[in-house]
């Protein structure tokens, strides 16, 4: 088992920056791909970024590239950098873990298929 908890949620104006970090806690994560995910109302889930913790190889939607930074720490947490952000980044974003096989496998952007996850943390960004 996989325990998340996300935190760094908050209120920010156009243009300004949030830092999110997810806790885990529970089995090792050698195998292991975090992702983070966003949820506005009314929509779907979707992918933002993501970090393979074997090699630390990342991975972007479009629409944050160049924005977010995701990355990790030598424990077990994991950090989304959120830089430039925009009102349609508005939204609740989700900590997930994926238990990659094989473990240098690309990881998924659909969120179904990941085994675990926080209880999100919302980010509202105002024009």
């Known amino acids: 088992q996989v325990q998340l908890v996300e935190s760094g949620g908050g209120l920010v104006q156009a243009g300004g920056s949030l830092r999110l970090s997810c806790a885990a806690s529970?089995?090792?994560?050698?195998?292991?791909?975090m992702g983070w995910f966003r949820q506005a109302p009314g929509k779907e889930r979707e992918f933002v970024a993501a970090?393979?913790?074997?090699?630390?190889?990342t991975y972007y939607a479009d629409s944050v590239k160049g924005r977010f930074t995701i990355s990790r720490d030598g424990v077990k947490n994991t950090y989304l950098q959120m830089n430039s952000l925009k009102p349609e980044d508005t939204a609740v974003y989700y900590c997930?873990?994926?238990?990659?096989?094989?473990?240098?496998?690309?990881?998924?952007?659909?969120?179904?298929?990941?085994?675990?996850w926080g209880q999100g943390t919302r980010v509202t960004v105002s024009s």
């Open positions: 529970g089995r090792t994560f050698s195998t292991y791909v």
């Open positions: 970090i393979r913790w074997r090699d630390g190889t």
């Open positions: 997930g873990a994926q238990n990659l096989s094989p473990p240098w496998a690309t990881p998924s952007v659909t969120s179904h298929e990941y085994d675990y």
